[in-house]
């Protein structure tokens, strides 16, 4: 590479490193490595973090893990797959921007990102390498208007690469031919060297055009005496510009990528708001159903226990002959009915518990932990009076939170820009192309060859071989040769210029084919804004059908606790009438059955409370403001504060699993 070209080379790479050392993506370790080769090294991510969080072992105790709703809720920010799979949507976000800064298309964000797909509108592939700002790889000057390359059809406008690219191809050949005619030739073997060093550097412009700087040079020697320079060493330089004046004119045709790759980034931002705000809500119903099933086991053991405790006191007064055998029959029946119900409320309690400890870490390949019972020790917390606030009020609050909502401005938002790109295609084809550049020529004189030509070119007057006295053959042999630095710098003095101007038009006479992509385009647009309004209606309906939720399940609730308690009574009542003989073995279960099943319908009302509460937060969108979750933690995978979840209180009795009867001691949440 001749010196011009090396002084380019040096300087796009310095460029280029600089730019990668400003816009290195997170996570990526390349400090150790030289600045020069750095744009060219691959970027390693850091491998997967398959273990749990150390605070998943603190929560253990005598080899039960002890769950508040913080805890779970803290837990489930550290350790969820789901969320550890979206945190990768910023970071690809954040490549994709580098790629549109470049001058690249889109690529989307990874699958599973977001519900509504990050907009590619407008993105095809590359384009011609002439519409690149690339040259079709001929030297020279005089070529400002040429278009090398084979058109490729792209949907908008093609924008040029914001990278500066340095091309180089240097080649050495070396040819021997035997000469037939000896006599003309004067050589048996004519012998060629040719040395051809082709430099370029381009640079894409914002504005849609490009410039670029082009060198050319050949150094040729041959042994054949006709040659008036041999060797001779030959030079070309030239900058051209190119510019569209229409089509693909100006900023809004050639940053779309970048403003919709920045849209794509705070779509991924808001994509990992709605995963965070999904897996509270998914992890909140999993620990209520979780409550059920320890209660509802609870429930059913007692129940059990209270049928075995008839059987046993039946079989006695059969024996002293104050019941009939019968009697012993029907409460051996409800035991083991009760012993089914007992063994249903045990495995779905296994069920939920399976499941929590599934959402709440990233392996289960931890015999400890697999092992382990989930025990809650939080309870739901009734209001004394709940709180009234007007629909609108929740609808408007939901309008600006939703992320679905925020999702759909952002596509439309990119939908638009793609549009102005699209409508820009439109247009014909006009560019400005202007180039400027120079030629040079030198090397030692051919005493050989110069007394066979009468006359002076201008080629011989640039070598200073032109006679000032004249002469026969009217060329002056004492002239010094010219050198390598004397031919570089005819390249810049105008002895031999090449300059151009000129214009480039194509105009599509029918235009159909973009006219469609623009059509196709604004319907796409359309579509977009119907659906914001479908989804704004949509929450509308989420939020009043929440309401309504709330509303009933509070009325189901109290409706509950009032049919247990009367169905407690009426155990009590019976119980004293069985005592003094006036009742019999069967009223006493059956009040106890609807004892039961009365309690069992009082838990079951209060986790639809509950879960209906949490789908109002989700349908306003404050589900993550009310729980108190921080997105910087979420983010992170680590949680400097625990969570407080509203109206939650500590539980006074924490039954164990195997025998949910007998209570363990009281444990305060974490």
Not at 165 to 194: D, R, W
Not at 279 to 286: C, F, P
Not at 484 to 493: D, H, R
Not at 530 to 551: D, H, K, P, S, T
Request: hydrophobic share 40%; net charge negative; proline share 6%.
């Amino acid at each position: 590479m001749r010196p011009l070209g090396l002084i380019a080379a040096c300087t796009v790479t310095l460029l280029q490193a600089q730019i990668q050392e400003q816009t290195q993506p997170v996570g990526i370790q390349l400090a150790h490595v030289p600045s020069l080769v750095r744009p060219y090294m691959p970027v390693r991510t850091p491998p997967i973090r398959l273990q749990n969080s150390m605070r998943l072992h603190g929560l253990m105790r005598a080899g039960n893990l002890y769950l508040t709703v913080a805890d779970a809720l803290a837990l489930a920010i550290e350790n969820n797959l789901n969320l550890e799979i979206t945190r990768y949507g910023p970071l690809n976000a954040d490549a994709n921007l580098e790629r549109a800064k470049a001058g690249g298309p889109l690529r989307g964000v990874l699958p599973g990102i977001t519900q509504i797909a990050a907009v590619d509108s407008g993105v095809g592939v590359n384009g011609t390498i002439a519409a690149a700002g690339l040259s079709n790889g001929n030297g020279g000057g005089g070529s400002a208007g040429g278009n090398g390359g084979a058109t490729v059809q792209q949907i908008g406008v093609v924008v040029p690469n914001f990278d500066p690219t340095l091309q180089n191809a240097t080649s050495f050949g070396h040819i021997s031919s035997p000469e037939p005619n000896t006599i003309v030739a004067q050589t048996n073997s004519l012998v060629q060297t040719n040395h051809t060093y082709n430099t370029q550097l381009t640079q894409g412009l914002i504005t849609g055009g490009s410039i670029s700087y082009r060198e050319y040079q050949q150094t040729f020697g041959e042994n054949a005496p006709g040659d008036f320079v041999n060797p001779s060493s030959e030079a070309r330089m030239d900058v051209i510009f190119r510019q569209p004046l229409l089509q693909g004119f100006g900023f809004p045709a050639n940053t779309r990528f970048i403003r919709i790759a920045k849209n794509n980034r705070e779509l991924t931002d808001v994509a990992f708001r709605l995963q965070i705000i999904d897996s509270v809500d998914q992890i909140e119903n999993i620990y209520w159903d979780l409550v059920y099933a320890y209660e509802n086991a609870r429930v059913q053991n007692e129940s059990l226990a209270f049928a075995q405790k008839t059987l046993s006191d039946t079989k006695k007064q059969v024996e002293i002959g104050s019941l009939a055998p019968i009697e012993t029959v029907r409460a051996q029946s409800t035991v083991a009915q009760d012993q089914q119900l007992v063994t249903a409320a045990q495995t779905n309690l296994q069920l939920e518990q399976l499941l929590m400890k599934n959402a709440l870490t990233r392996t289960l390949k931890d015999p400890a932990l697999a092992t382990a019972d989930v025990i809650p020790t939080s309870t739901m917390e009734i209001p004394a009076q709940e709180p009234v606030v007007p629909a609108e009020d929740l609808i408007n609050d939901a309008l600006r939170h939703r992320p679905e909502l925020v999702e759909s401005r952002i596509d439309l938002n990119s939908r638009e820009l793609s549009n102005k790109a699209v409508r820009s295609a439109l247009l014909p084809t006009f560019n400005l192309f202007v180039s400027s550049g120079g030629a040079g020529l030198g090397g030692p004189k051919n005493s050989a060859a110069l007394g066979a030509t009468p006359n002076p070119t201008p080629i011989q007057d640039a070598l200073g071989c032109a006679s000032s006295t004249g002469g026969p053959s009217g060329l002056d042999f004492t002239a010094s040769p010219t050198g390598l630095g004397s031919t570089l710098n005819q390249l810049v003095n105008s002895t031999s210029p090449d300059k151009g101007v000129g214009l480039q038009l194509n105009i599509p006479l029918r235009n159909r084919a973009a006219q469609a992509v623009q059509i196709r385009s604004e319907l796409e647009y359309r579509q977009a804004q119907m659906r914001l309004q479908q989804i704004e209606n949509q929450v509308g309906i989420e939020i009043r059908n929440a309401q309504y939720a709330v509303q009933q399940n509070r009325a189901s609730v109290d409706s509950a606790k009032a049919a247990a308690e009367l169905a407690r009574q009426s155990l009590d009542a019976e119980q004293k009438k069985y005592q003094f003989g006036t009742s019999t073995t069967t009223l006493v279960l059956q009040y106890q059955s609807q004892l039961a099943t009365s309690e069992s319908a009082l838990v079951n009302a209060t986790v639809a409370y509950e879960k209906s509460r949490i789908e109002l937060d989700r349908a306003t969108g404050a589900l993550l403001d009310h729980d108190g979750i921080s997105i910087d933690d979420a983010a992170r995978g680590q949680v400097t504060r625990l969570p407080s979840v509203p109206y939650i209180a500590p539980r006074t009795d924490m039954p164990s699993v195997t025998q949910p009867l007998q209570a363990a001691p009281a444990q305060q949440p974490q």
